[in-house]
């Protein structure tokens, strides 16, 4: 018997349906399949046996690890890893943390410290501050960095995080600089005035500006080294006319 060409060129004609039978047995199989999946994922298989800590310097590897919350039966698979890094970064010494996972057991976290520039008095004591304003808690002796003293007032009106332009201008000071700068004193209008160690005053003005006042600073201070000459004041609160005076 000869065979249509049209019936074999209908895709319909080699499709045959699945009894019911056959369908419930596909669909409890793709079910058992989807569930040993889910099992497996969170078995030991995914269970946390290597995490990896960098870039710490003040925190220890063991206070990353406490920070983390993460323990040995953490599912890497399964990990939330921004909850991670949130958690991380509550506390003040971390301005950033990432948090990623290489499969199947490791979790690496890298952490990017914040560093202080300055202490301020008060607070209960000497507290270390950050370029950002941030408080890094409180010390027991002054480390070797420069104090900044506000107005009473100045801190109850601002607070803390007032204090963010202030140590910002304090960190764009050359590190050399920096390390010769005794005391920043914070007037009401919110103005600086810096303490060398050699007893030299700055009026450094407003917080602008920041890069621009730390090179003439620094210049000032090495034309009267090389010249012999017993700096009095500098002043840089109008960085387009810089002035200073001169022991007699």
Known sequence: ????ISR??????????LSRGRRWTAIAAAAVAAGLALYVSHS????????????????TRREVVELS???????VLWLDTRSVERRLESDPW???ASVSRVFPRTVRIEVIERAPVAVVGGYGGLRLIASDGTSLGVVSTSPHLPLIVVPPPWVADRG???????????AGLDPKLRSRVKTVVVGMDGH????????VGVEYG?????????????????????????????NVSAPQAPTASFAS
Do not use: C, Y
Request: hydrophobic share 45%; charged share 15%; net charge positive.
């Open 94 to 96: 971390v301005a950033h």
């Open 44 to 59: 030991s298989l995914f269970h946390l046996r290597r995490l990896e800590v960098q870039g710490t310097s003040h925190l």
């Open 160 to 170: 803390m995080p007032g204090l963010g332009a202030v140590t910002e201008a304090v």
């Open 1 to 4: 018997m000869a065979t249509s």
């Open 192 to 199: 600086l005035v810096l303490h060398m160690t050699n007893g």
């Open 69 to 75: 919350g993460l323990v040995a039966q953490t599912n």
């Open 8 to 17: 074999l060129s209908d895709p319909r004609s080699s499709w045959v349906p």
């Open 206 to 234: 407003d917080v602008g500006q920041i890069a621009v006042k730390s090179r003439l600073i620094r210049s000032i201070l090495r034309w009267a080294s090389v010249h012999g000459r017993l700096l009095q004041t500098i």
